[in-house]
T-cell receptor
Framework: EAEVAQSPRYKITEKSQAVAFWCDPI?????LYWYRQILGQGPELLVQ????????DSQLPKDRFSAERLKGVDSTLKIQPAELGDSAMYLC?????????????FGSGTRLTVV | AQRVTQPEKLLSVFKGAPVELKCNYS??????LFWYVQYSRQRLQLLLR??SRESIKGFTADLNKGETSFHLKKPFAQEEDSAMYYC??????????FGDGTTLTVKP
């Protein structure tokens, strides 16, 4: 069964350092999402891509977060500088359609701890 | 703006008992509703979607537009149903908003 790949699984970084996460969606899935999940809460959308274009980044803290999907396939989410409040699970998901009709397939996530 | 509310953080039932996980939503457009499940040490996965009107692992959910609800039900809970359940609201733009989840524990 096809999966969404994410790396690393865990990341510990010091405050003010840069950190990056990688996601490879299911082959052929045009829509890619980055979600952040703080402990005890549901996932919150950070950015949505349709192919290589950003569709929604209204909740992305653009002063420190950036995301790219240069060739419309895999994607990188970067935080610079990291802050203590960024500690969370970062989830990547993909969908074959631009709409939510079929739901998402999620990766296993990257657990970020900022110390 | 869309919003999803799951009023119960924790829900505990005995094996064989009926279970209902509540979900209420707020959205001015035509909603797409989903239930996702996360078993221990596994990734978040889609359980069912209202548009398919399907039953997965004995679970069903009916969209009630009048009450803006999408409660998840199962007549006889099993121990393997113990997991975290998230209700999600999708929009035409392909963006989903998630509730904060309900942890279901099925006791033997």
């Amino acid at each position: 069964e096809a999966e969404v790949a994410q790396s690393p699984r865990y990341k510990i970084t010091e405050k003010s350092q840069a950190v990056a996460f990688w996601c490879d969606p299911i082959s052929g899935h045009a829509t890619l999402y980055w979600y952040r999940q703080i402990l005890g809460q549901g996932p919150e959308l950070l950015v949505q891509f349709q192919d290589e274009s950003v569709v929604d980044d209204s909740q992305l803290p653009k002063d420190r977060f950036s995301a790219e999907r240069l060739k419309g396939v895999d994607s990188t989410l970067k935080i610079q500088p990291a802050e203590l409040g960024d500690s969370a699970m970062y989830l990547c998901a993909s969908s074959s359609t631009g709409g939510p009709d079929y739901g998402y397939t999620f990766g296993s996530g990257t657990r970020l701890t900022v110390v | 703006a869309q919003r999803v509310t799951q009023p119960e953080k924790l829900l505990s039932v005995f094996k064989g008992a009926p279970v209902e996980l509540k979900c209420n939503y707020s959205y001015s457009g035509s909603p797409e509703l989903f239930w996702y499940v996360q078993y221990s040490r596994q990734r978040l996965q889609l359980l069912l979607r209202h548009i398919s009107r399907e039953s997965i692992k004995g679970f069903t959910a009916d969209l009630n537009k009048g009450e803006t609800s999408f409660h998840l039900k199962k007549p006889f809970a099993q121990e393997e149903d113990s997991a975290m359940y998230y209700c999600a609201l999708g929009t035409n733009a392909g963006k989903s908003t998630f509730g904060d989840g309900t942890t279901l524990t099925v006791k033997p």
